[in-house]
């Protein structure tokens, strides 16, 4: 079993991850869209801009969940930002931190060896849907997370529907 990143920007595609229990990829030219299995784990991670306001937001790690099947290609992929999503696997998220906790990365960067070498400019490796979490780097967020107390999805999905229901108004 191998635990990623899982790397959303946008709130509307946040929203259709939470309520549908499906994430889904441009493609699946990379590596680590391609290996990703059922079981492996994977940590939401919200960027600065997934809300809009990149300079109120930080970037956080908001909720542990595990890939519950294979990428394949999706059935009427869903449309975010102009983009079209044609493969996907379903997830199974249970617990999330409420808007606007969540484990920042910006101070962990130091600690975390998927950003070794890239400490001044880390976020630049979250340009992309997945990053690879060493067992390490994903025991440490796994700590910090449930150190935040997460709640059950059903509970705090409204405090992050307000946002993606913005998006489409």
Same mark, same amino acid.
């Given at each position: &079993?191998?635990?990623?990143? %899982?790397? =959303? ?13 499906? &994430?889904?990829?441009?493609? +699946? ?10 079981? /492996?784990?994977?940590?939401?991670? +919200?960027?600065?801009? $997934?809300?809009?306001?990149?300079? @109120?937001? *930080?970037?956080?790690? =908001? ?6 099947? !294979? ?17 996907? $696997? !379903?997830? /199974?998220? *249970? ?5 606007? /906790? ?21 976020? =630049?490796?979250?340009?992309?849907? %997945?990053? +690879? %979490?060493? @067992?390490? /780097? ?14 059950? %999805? ?13 998006? @489409?108004?």
């Amino acid at each position: &079993m191998a635990d990623y990143l %899982l790397v =959303i920007g946008d709130r509307e595609a946040l929203g259709w991850l939470l309520s549908e229990q499906r &994430m889904a990829f441009p493609d +699946t030219r990379r590596a680590e869209v391609r290996a990703l299995a059922p079981g /492996d784990g994977l940590f939401l991670y +919200t960027t600065r801009g $997934c809300f809009k306001n990149p300079t @109120r937001d *930080r970037g956080r790690v =908001i909720a542990e969940g595990t890939a519950t099947e !294979a990428v394949h290609p999706l059935d009427g992929p869903p449309e975010f930002g102009g983009r079209t999503y044609p493969v996907g $696997c !379903a997830v /199974d998220f *249970r617990t999330a931190t409420p808007w606007p /906790d969540g484990v920042e990365l910006d101070p962990l960067v130091e600690r975390l060896t998927a950003f070794a070498g890239a400490e001044a400019s880390w976020s =630049i490796r979250l340009r992309r849907p %997945l990053l +690879t %979490l060493p @067992r390490a /780097d994903a025991e440490l967020l796994r700590g910090r997370l449930a150190g935040l107390d997460p709640r059950p %999805l059903p509970e705090v999905l409204p405090h992050y529907a307000r946002w993606w229901r913005a998006g @489409r108004s």
